[in-house]
């Protein structure tokens, strides 16, 4: 099963763009990258998925290379409101589904 | 909408109690799941349900048990608390799992301390 990195903590300011790289060495054919964000005291809440080049929604954009080893979710001009845990993830083709969870990287956005 | 409502939000058990943590759904989801998260870690999954009389074990499964009786209900069962199940709770549900690129709808969690 494809396992992911990424750091382990951030810090931004508001405004800026902040750019959250995670690696993937072991992705398979057919997995999805897929990023969540959870606050204190909620679930974790989708914010994108892809499985190559570039997508992009009204939250955030995914860069994932041709080899598909990595992926950098970017957040344009974050806000305090973008303070959380960002969560990324290797959808399996393979199986049922199942989401398998590191430790995220924690967002701290300062004013 | 509703999507996922879990219920209790927080429960405090003695060591050796039993409890059902609910879990509904209002958004008529195949695929539910159960994960717990412990401080500073990510979530982990501990029992997953393909559809109404199906279920299956995750990464966690032991001291806990789970049924579903309706596309709508998957609650969880523990029936011997002990300290190590004192962790935050959550339930989510996808539209559809294995090879779908669905995302998978959370809800807000129970915490759960066993003294």
């Known amino acids: 099963l494809a396992k992911t990195t990424q750091p382990i903590s951030m810090d931004s300011y508001e405004g800026q763009e902040v750019n959250i790289t995670c690696s993937h060495n072991n992705i398979a054919t057919n997995d999805y990258i897929t990023w969540y964000q959870q606050f204190p005291s909620q679930g974790p809440r989708f914010i994108i998925q892809?499985?190559?080049t570039k997508v992009t929604n009204e939250v955030a954009s995914l860069f994932i290379p041709a080899d598909r080893k990595s992926s950098t979710l970017s957040l344009p001009r974050v806000s305090l409101s973008d303070t959380a845990v960002y969560y990324c993830l290797v959808v399996f083709s393979s199986n049922t589904g199942k989401l398998i969870f590191g430790q995220g990287t924690t967002l701290q956005v300062k004013p | 909408n509703a999507g996922v409502t879990q219920t209790p939000k927080f429960r405090i058990l003695k060591i050796g109690q039993s409890m059902t943590l609910q879990c509904t759904q209002d958004m008529n989801h195949n695929y539910m799941y159960w994960y717990r998260q412990d401080p500073g870690m990510g979530l982990k999954l501990i029992y997953y349900?393909?559809?109404?009389?199906?279920?299956d074990k995750g990464e966690v499964p032991n001291g806990y048990n789970v049924s579903r009786s309706t596309t709508e209900d998957f609650p969880l069962r523990l029936e011997l608390a002990a300290p190590s199940q004192t962790s935050v709770y959550f339930c989510?549900?996808?539209?559809?799992?294995?090879?779908?690129?669905?995302?998978?709808?959370f809800g807000d969690g129970t915490r759960l301390s066993i003294l």
């Open positions: 892809g499985y190559k």
């Open positions: 349900s393909v559809g109404a009389g199906i279920t």
């Open positions: 989510a549900s996808q539209r559809a799992g294995g090879h779908s690129n669905q995302p998978q709808h």
